[in-house]
Structures are given as structure tokens and as C-alpha cells.
């Protein structure tokens, strides 16, 4: 096979890697507006609920309760590649801390995978099949956690995360999650309110509210973490094989050239043999 098109058959295949590059790339980036503003939401939507915690705070409710006993860490991750260094950002801060607790939990295929790889024996694994979550699937998840929290099988669940800080950067953050840890000062009550069925019912239904939103927020900001690290993970690649494709078009056409010259001179070198 002629040089010049070995070169051609590589700038085929760098351009099949560009294409795909930039469809993740594009992809990953649709979705970090519509995360930036879920997430901000939620944090909106669970302050406005913890304002109504004073008004009906009861300290012996069980999500408040610290008791000594076994601990339970969890890892957030997602099910996809093509993330940097991301995933094994949050495995490292796992594995710092993983002498400190009693059970393993992850969320996420990649997350799974990595900490497998490192011999971690995960007591629970739970997957979410969308690539945006809903909160019904989070939900599930936080149900099955408060189930084993109530039954006392650990006391305390702390979780690994992704923050995003921004566009270009995600902080691995390990923070407090069960019991929780609010700071609640008492008001004075105006009137005589009434709550339905009763105010430590109400209470409860708030707190389990907060809970669910608190935790639908960690798993979407995860997902944003891994949008923006993606699309910063497509973008160089995709800048890389355009730069490759330069190097080999430029390659591509000076070899083609000199075979070009190459059969001119020797068809005038024939040419002069015949002639004389």
C-alpha cells in the first residue's frame, strides 16, 4: 500500500473520534444549564421548608437521634466514562476514610467499579437507569437508607460526592447526612396554630420532605459534576484529534505529492530511454 494512504485511512479514523467527541461533548453540555438551575431549586425549595421547622420542632424525633453504633458510608457516582478524573477523585477520598465506618454503599456503575477494583466489599449497590434521575428513583433509594437507619443497622450515614464549583472544577466533598444536624431555635408561637393530623406527624412528614429533596439534590449535582467534566473531557479530546488530523492531512498531502513527483520523473526518465 502506497504511504500517502495509510495517512488518509488515519485521518478517517481521527475524524470518526472528532465527530463522536464533539456529539458528547454538545450532549453533556445541553444538560448543565437545566442541572444548575434543578439544583439551585431545591436548595430554594428546602430552606422555605426548614423555616417551618421551629414552629413544630420536636428533638426526640428519630432522624435527630445520635446513637452509638455501626456507620455507614456512601459514594455517589454515575453509570458513564469519559469523566477525567473525577470518579477516582471521590474513590480516593473513600478510601482515606473507609477505616472510619462499618458498611459501604455506592451509587453508580462507575463508582461500583472502581471501588471493586480497589477490593472494597460493598454492602449495597444501587442503580439509577436514567441518565437524568428522577426523584421517584431517588426516592427508592432514600426509603431503603431510612429503613435501615430506623432499624438501627447503622447510626450514622455520611456521603461522597461530587460539588460542583464550577464549569471547570468538582471538589469530592464528604458530608454529614444521617442524623441530621440542624440548627433550629424556638419561637415564640403567635396564636394558637392548628396541624393536621397532629404536630408531631406534620413534623415528621416535613422532615422526611427536607430529607428526600436534601438527597435528590446531592444525586443532581453529581450528575452536573459529571456533565461539565465531560463536556471539558470532550473538548480537549475532540481539540487533540483535530490537531492530529492537521498533523496527518499535512502529512497526507506531502506524501502524496512526492509520489506524485516520484511517477512524474520516472515516466520522464522511461519517456528519454525510449526516445534515444
Excluded at 212 to 217: E, G, H, K, V
Aim: glycine residues 4%; without cysteine.
Amino acid at each position: 500500500m502506497k504511504k500517502y494512504l495509510s495517512y488518509k485511512n488515519q485521518i478517517k479514523g481521527f475524524k470518526e473520534v472528532y465527530e463522536t467527541l464533539k456529539a458528547i461533548e454538545k450532549i453533556a453540555a445541553s444538560q448543565i444549564h437545566f442541572l444548575k438551575k434543578k439544583t439551585k431549586a431545591l436548595i430554594l425549595y428546602s430552606t422555605e421548608i426548614k423555616l417551618l421547622f421551629p414552629l413544630v420542632f420536636s428533638s426526640d424525633h428519630f432522624l435527630f437521634k445520635k446513637k452509638k453504633g455501626k456507620k455507614a458510608l456512601l459514594l455517589i457516582s454515575g453509570n458513564k466514562a469519559l469523566v477525567g478524573d473525577l470518579y477516582h477523585k471521590l474513590v480516593k477520598v473513600f478510601l482515606e476514610n473507609r477505616s472510619f465506618y462499618d458498611f459501604y454503599f455506592v451509587i453508580g456503575k462507575k463508582g461500583k467499579e472502581l471501588l471493586e477494583e480497589e477490593g472494597i466489599k460493598l454492602n449495597k449497590t444501587f442503580l439509577i437507569s436514567s441518565e437524568i434521575p428522577s426523584k421517584e428513583e431517588t426516592d427508592l433509594i432514600i426509603k431503603e437508607i431510612l429503613k435501615d437507619f430506623k432499624s438501627n443497622l447503622f447510626t450514622q450515614l455520611d456521603l461522597i460526592y461530587p460539588k460542583f464549583i464550577s464549569f471547570t472544577y468538582q471538589e469530592p466533598v464528604l458530608e454529614k447526612f444521617l442524623p441530621l444536624e440542624i440548627e433550629i431555635k424556638k419561637q415564640n408561637e403567635l396564636g394558637f396554630p392548628i396541624f393536621e393530623p397532629s404536630r408531631q406527624k406534620f413534623f415528621s412528614w416535613l422532615l422526611e420532605r427536607y430529607l428526600d429533596l436534601s438527597f435528590y439534590r446531592f444525586i443532581l449535582e453529581t450528575k452536573l459534576s459529571e456533565f461539565s467534566a465531560r463536556t471539558i473531557v470532550g473538548g480537549n479530546g475532540a481539540k487533540k484529534s483535530e490537531d492530529l488530523i492537521k498533523k496527518l492531512s499535512l502529512k497526507y498531502f506531502k506524501e502524496r505529492q512526492r509520489e506524485i513527483t516520484q511517477k512524474q520523473l520516472e515516466s520522464f526518465a522511461v519517456h528519454n530511454l525510449i526516445s534515444k
